[in-house]
């Protein structure tokens, strides 16, 4: 397969680009595929370095393949669950370790993304506990991401008119439904049609089979009005004959292995779904190492001019110019760089004369589960369930057509069962010699878990600013939290627990435990809002579009302009938002009005 040579291009400080695109995850991707295709001269900016990915993953690698089992050097340090809960950020403070990489690097520390994350030694972020995961490479998280590829629906775009909290979106499903169409067409999703008014179909590729633990679950929920569907996963099944760089999933289960990801991109990844092929068109200069730290103004027109960047190796800062600025850094990225582009017509950070920016946080809240045995299937013969690029997800079933009196909106769980390359009971089983290998291997795929994933209510006190004395390694002022959860969310995580615990019960499933406990803040690596849409300029950021009220030539084009989370993961949507803002920008640019 061929890949572009590990080169970027030299960014031309004297033209005026038609756009600059900041970060290179799933917004910025797709901003640079969208406006490319329309004619634009766009400039690309990241901040990380461009990897040789499939070196990095090397998913084929057995682990006796690896010195130490897939482990990172002895020099180098996860932060573990409980390292979030007990100490205060910054977490790298202090250590002993030279490198320190958040919990997504797997308890014990990955050796396959340790690159692809951040050094929190680097990258520090103070104020309240909140596991930060971040991805500093081309193409972002989306290198590593868990591809569950949901669509939200006006459940969740209208949630605020059905139970009165926060604001409703300025938006319906039916003005994003062809943008879906058009992701799900161009990035391929595998997925099964339900029919379902609060978690509308794709338009899928081949479904992963659900293997027999999961089907008695499918079958018992039925009964219940409730839905398991097999894992909507942004996976091409099938394959996509207009994009050369990625090929049909094959089925091995890499893409779970620790923090997985697809090093034949048969998952979604945004160089190989969008920026490899937005460099064909010829309209793309890509710069890595590239780090933002302003968007500048022309004092003139009060209009974004470009952007100020500093190079990631050397230090050196250069400014970039753009008759249009569209900011992908991520959610909190995007947050903090409008915060840091004070100027003197924009003293509060550019777009924010609202004072919402970084307010109106939100996410999903992870923890509560409930992991059982089927019995019946002890001492069956063992199937290929891991060669799946996901298992299933059960969609939400609060506050659709009842009312819940403890807690607002709802949540959805994740699962999965069957057998895994390593047996989840080994260690767990007691014994040694062939009666302990035989006990192992009769009860390995016997058993099932499931996770849920809660909305997390936007409100204006969830929110994050810059920490007046604090710098990352570059000398960039970085974000301060005041991120807590509140009593609708705790009393939302007791349902989950209850209520999974009751689903596996009635499948006939026995329960073996159940976690009623919640993740630190930021664990579901699924932050939004902190720049959110609206109708109303002086409650919201930016528009419809994603086009800031106050200066119309910048757009935030990440998950910062969810208004509220919904329980679907986010970045379908994300990438469906960023696609109609984009169309819109070109014509807009066409007819003069930016
Ligand atoms: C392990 C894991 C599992 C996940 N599972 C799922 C899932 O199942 N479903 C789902 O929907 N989502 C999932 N996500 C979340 C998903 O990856 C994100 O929603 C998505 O990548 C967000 O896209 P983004 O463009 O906003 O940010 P990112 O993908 O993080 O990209 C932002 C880019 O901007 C760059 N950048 C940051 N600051 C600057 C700057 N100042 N200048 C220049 N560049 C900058 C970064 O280096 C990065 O490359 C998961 C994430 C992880 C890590
Ligand atoms: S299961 Fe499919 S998506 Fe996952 S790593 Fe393998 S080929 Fe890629």
């Given at each position: 397969m061929f890949l572009p040579a590990d080169k970027t291009d030299e960014v031309d400080l004297k033209k005026t680009y038609d756009a600059i695109v900041v970060g290179s995850g799933a917004g910025g991707g797709m901003a640079a595929h969208v406006l490319t295709s329309h004619g634009m001269q766009v400039l690309l900016l990241e901040a990380g370095k461009k990897l040789n990915i499939n070196k990095e993953l090397r998913s084929m690698e057995w682990p006796y393949d690896h010195p130490r089992r897939g482990d990172m050097p002895p020099d180098s340090h996860a932060l573990s669950g409980r390292e979030y809960t007990i100490r205060q950020p910054p977490y790298a403070n202090g250590s002993p370790y030279k490198h320190v990489y958040s919990y997504v690097e797997d308890g014990t520390g990955s050796d396959y993304a340790k690159d692809i994350v951040v050094d929190e030694k680097d990258h520090p972020y103070t104020g309240t506990q909140y596991a930060w995961v971040r991805a500093r490479c081309l193409g972002g998280k989306t290198n590593i991401w868990g591809r569950l590829a949901l669509r939200l629906s006006d459940y969740d775009f209208k949630a605020a008119s059905r139970d009165g909290f926060g604001e409703d979106w300025p938006i319906s499903y039916t003005d994003i439904s062809p943008y879906y169409d058009k992701v799900d067409l161009y990035l391929g999703i595998s997925g099964h049609k339900e029919n379902l008014p609060y978690l509308p179909d794709s338009l899928f590729q081949r479904a992963v089979r659900l293997n027999p633990a999961e089907v008695k679950l499918r079958e018992s929920l039925t009964k219940m009005g409730r839905v398991l569907t097999p894992y909507r996963a942004g996976v091409t099944t099938d394959g996509l004959k207009h994009n050369k760089y990625r090929v049909h999933c094959y089925g091995r289960g890499a893409c779970d292995r620790r923090v997985g990801g697809c090093d034949i991109h048969a998952a979604f990844d945004s160089p190989t779904g969008l920026i490899y092929p937005a460099l064909e068109t010829g309209n793309l200069t890509l710069r890595t190492n590239a780090t933002v730290n302003e968007v500048t103004v022309d004092k003139n027109t009060g209009k974004a001019s470009g952007v100020s960047f500093i190079d990631t190796d050397t230090g050196k800062t250069y400014t970039a110019r753009g008759r249009s600025v569209l900011l992908a850094a991520s959610t909190l990225e995007s947050a903090r760089l409008m915060l840091l582009s004070k100027s003197s017509l924009y003293p509060n950070g550019i777009g924010n004369s609202s004072g919402h920016v970084g307010h109106n946080f939100c996410e999903h809240l992870m923890g509560p589960g409930v992991y059982g045995l089927d019995k019946e299937l002890v001492g069956k013969p063992r199937t290929l369930d891991d060669g799946r690029p996901g298992s299933f997800y059960v969609a939400r079933f609060r506050n659709l057509q009842d009312r819940n009196p403890k807690f607002l909106r709802g949540y959805g769980f994740e699962g999965g069962s069957g057998t895994g390359m390593f047996p989840d009971n080994a260690r767990s089983t007691p014994g040694f010699g062939s009666a302990y290998k035989k006990t192992v291997r009769d009860y390995a795929g016997a058993f099932i878990g499931m996770g849920g994933f809660g909305e997390v209510l936007p409100r204006y006190e969830n929110y994050v600013e810059l920490d007046p004395e604090v710098k990352d390694r570059w000398g960039v002022p970085v974000l301060r939290f005041h991120i807590k959860f509140g009593d609708n969310e705790k009393k939302m995580a007791e349902d989950m627990a209850d209520s999974a615990r009751e689903m596996f019960e009635a499948a006939g499933i026995q329960v073996l435990s159940v976690n009623r406990e919640i993740l630190t803040e930021g664990y579901s690596i699924h932050e939004l809002g902190t720049a959110r849409m609206g109708t109303d300029p002086k409650k919201s950021v930016v528009n419809q579009f994603q086009q800031s009220h106050d200066v119309k030539n910048l757009l935030v084009v990440d998950?910062?302009?969810?208004?509220s989370a919904s329980c679907q993961n986010p970045t379908w949507t994300i990438m469906a938002l960023c696609w109609r803002s984009c169309d819109n920008l070109a014509e807009e640019l066409k007819r003069g009005n930016v």
């Open positions: 998950g910062s302009t969810h208004v």
